[in-house]
């Protein structure tokens, strides 16, 4: 263990799992019957019929490599409870199913852990920079991801994957960091598509990084290493053959497609994701009032709208509706700014900076967003977040909002303390941690930016002492919606603003 970095990642990847242990008990979402019979159907169909069956609502809708992730571990849990592999028995959640569940989540997170501490010296690995200052810094950012409050949510109680994913994500960037390494960084990456196909919105900031330094030459655009272009390509082609070649073969491409993008799902996802459209669902809501004095139109079969939580067409009552090809032009528009700078600037921090913004970009401004995609913003920022002060300013509104966004996911009375708890002592731990550890930036900062921070972050607390306890007192089942309205609109507000001041920085630094 390095001098001067206490808890060690090991230490606290040690504490951390045996916290998770005692959640197993805890509640689930139905993500947690969604993965149980994707391992039933990876077990019981042959690879063919994957993508087809549908005996279960919760049809498998992940591309083929999470697929054969979870053929994987059905190969385990036929040793741990037969019955959890039988496609008919809906909703089965033995305790040996919970715990074989539950434990799978913590046991593939150690790639997240293998990530962020890469065990090969000559690659410069996260936390092992060069300077005591710098390798504190890439220590604390290491931690604050491993801990992160939103996989614990996410993940350990409300039940999804998302850390060893995460986990080859942060591989990838880490290996970006040194040109010997980049093919390797590009089919990693590559791979990650074929096991979430999320990480799309991050795809143009590979696309371009991986152009400018590994396939053009350092002194010339217009000298192509045509060797490279080769590498690169033929990797990335096996990659996909290797994911998707038998579906082609099959001629089972337009049904695998059509599980992996469901167009028919409405513009605002059903826990409301903090994004502009939250807020444009806020503003319209508000307008609803206000509009018979102002002589606007109301449409009263939209009323019921995005106030009834369900995933389907969200229609406005007062403003105007979104189109899907609205949603995708202004994301491609403004990831396109980050885009700009590292095509003409491809340093590696840069090109951090750039995947951040493309993460913002489509969380902001994307069709039918899921909150729990605010970690493609969180986690690649987190290795920017100390850079400097200027930085770290933009950093706090995202690490509240963005968190304070999945309490909806918990709306049990038993999670609450768990939920709040830990997220505060988080972010009051990382967030002073950050504060001691920020360099001081050469340019000025921006004074208002940092009093908003202040205000944003003591907002919070009556914030969520309202949802989740005055509300229900005062007002019973009445106005379930309002909760979750302000909830997402004050965490829309912050993500906004963290990517107004993000956007500053990038670009002036």
């Known amino acids: 263990m390095d001098k001067g970095l206490y808890p060690s990642l090991l230490q606290c990847t040690i504490v951390a799992a045996a916290f998770k242990v005692l959640l197993f008990p805890a509640y689930k979402s139905t993500d947690f019957e969604v993965h149980r019979n994707w391992l039933a159907i990876t077990y019981s169909l042959p690879v063919k019929e994957w993508y087809y069956e549908n005996t279960s609502e919760w049809t498998l809708d992940y591309p083929p490599f999470f697929a054969y992730f979870e053929w994987l571990l059905s190969q385990v849990a036929q040793f741990v409870d037969p019955a959890l592999l039988e496609i008919n028995n809906l909703g089965y959640d033995s305790w040996q199913t919970v715990y074989f569940q539950r434990s799978s989540v913590i046991v593939s997170e150690l790639v997240l852990v ?49 850390g060893f994913l995460y986990g080859i994500l942060v591989l990838s960037l880490v290996l970006a960091r040194k040109e010997s390494t980049l093919l390797l960084s590009g089919i990693l990456f590559a791979a990650l598509l074929c096991f979430k196909h999320i990480y799309l919105y991050l795809a143009p900031a590979y696309f371009v990084f991986l152009l400018r330094v590994y396939c053009l030459g350092p002194k010339s655009i217009f000298h192509v290493r045509v060797g490279n272009v080769l590498k690169l390509g033929l990797s990335v ?66 009323l019921n709208s995005v106030t009834r939580g369900l995933v389907g067409d969200t229609s406005f009552a007062v403003l105007p509706d979104i189109a899907p090809k609205t949603t995708f032009l202004l994301t491609v528009l403004f990831q396109s700014f980050g885009l700009v700078k590292l095509f003409f600037r491809p340093r590696w921090d840069t090109f951090i900076g750039a995947i951040t913004l493309c993460g913002y970009a489509s969380f902001l401004f994307g069709w039918h967003v899921h909150e729990k995609a605010i970690l493609l913003v969180i986690i690649p920022f987190s290795l920017l977040a100390l850079k400097d002060r200027r930085y770290l300013g933009a950093f706090r509104p995202l690490a509240v909002a963005g968190h304070v966004s999945l309490f909806p996911l918990l709306f049990t009375p038993s999670e609450f303390p768990i939920k709040t708890g830990y997220t505060v002592f988080w972010l009051v731990a990382f967030l002073i941690a950050f504060n001691r550890l920020a360099p001081a930036s050469p340019r000025p900062r921006v004074f208002l930016f940092d009093r908003f921070s202040l205000l944003y972050i003591a907002i919070s607390i009556p914030l969520i002492l309202y949802c989740s306890l005055v509300h229900q007192l005062v007002f019973g089942a009445k106005y379930e919606f309002l909760p979750l309205m302000f909830t997402s609109a004050y965490s829309a507000l912050g993500v906004l603003a963290s990517w107004l001041g993000f956007f500053v920085v990038y670009f002036t630094s």
């Open 114 to 162: 293998y990530a962020l501490h890469f065990p090969d010296e000559s690659l410069k690995r996260y936390v092992k920079t060069s300077p005591l200052r710098t390798k504190r810094q890439a220590h604390v950012a290491a931690l604050s991801i491993l801990l992160s409050p939103g996989l614990l949510i996410i993940d350990h109680i409300h039940f999804q994957y998302n």
């Open 237 to 302: 082609v096996g990659v996909f053959a290797a994911a998707f070649g038998p579906f082609i073969y099959w001629g089972q491409m337009g049904q695998l497609l059509s599980r992996l993008f469901p167009f028919s799902r409405g513009l605002c996802h059903a826990y409301w994701a903090p994004n502009v459209w939250a807020i444009y669902s806020f503003a319209d809501r508000v307008l609803i009032f206000v509009a018979p004095k102002l002589g606007l139109l109301v449409k009263h079969e939209a």
